[in-house]
């Protein structure tokens, strides 16, 4: 059973780059036909989808954030990371990481980690 786990920085300040990293388990990022993605779910709003890393190595984001991210992998440690740049406090939010079959939709509850909260503040 795939499992994913998030972890970084907890605090971050303005102008900086917020950088939480996922660790995966119980199954390999290289599998073919998944992309592992980044969400975000800011306070009182609904999940936002960020970006992602295909098995293969090709990245997607999404459009109004674009300029600002930046979506890796280390294939030896089985883990993948996003980098939020220029951050401002509307960035505060929970960050997951998830399994997805597709892109630019938010994937299935059920392959998502449990989430790291993300605070922007001076």
């Known amino acids: 059973q795939v499992r994913l786990q998030e972890s970084g920085p907890g605090l971050v300040k303005p102008s900086q780059t917020l950088s939480p990293s996922c660790t995966v388990s119980g199954g390999s990022i290289t599998t073919k036909n998944y992309f592992w993605s980044w969400i975000r779910q800011p306070p009182g709003k609904g999940p936002e989808w960020l970006g992602a890393i295909a098995y293969s190595g090709s990245t997607y984001y999404s459009p109004s954030l674009r300029s600002r991210t930046s979506i890796s992998r280390d294939t030896s440690k089985n883990q993948f990371t996003l980098q939020l740049s220029s951050v401002t406090p509307e960035d505060t939010a929970v960050y997951y990481c998830?399994?997805?079959?597709?892109?630019?939709?938010?994937?299935?509850?059920?392959?998502w980690g449990q989430g790291t909260q993300v605070t922007v503040s001076s």
């Open positions: 998830a399994r997805a079959l597709s892109v630019g939709v938010l994937p299935a509850r059920d392959f």
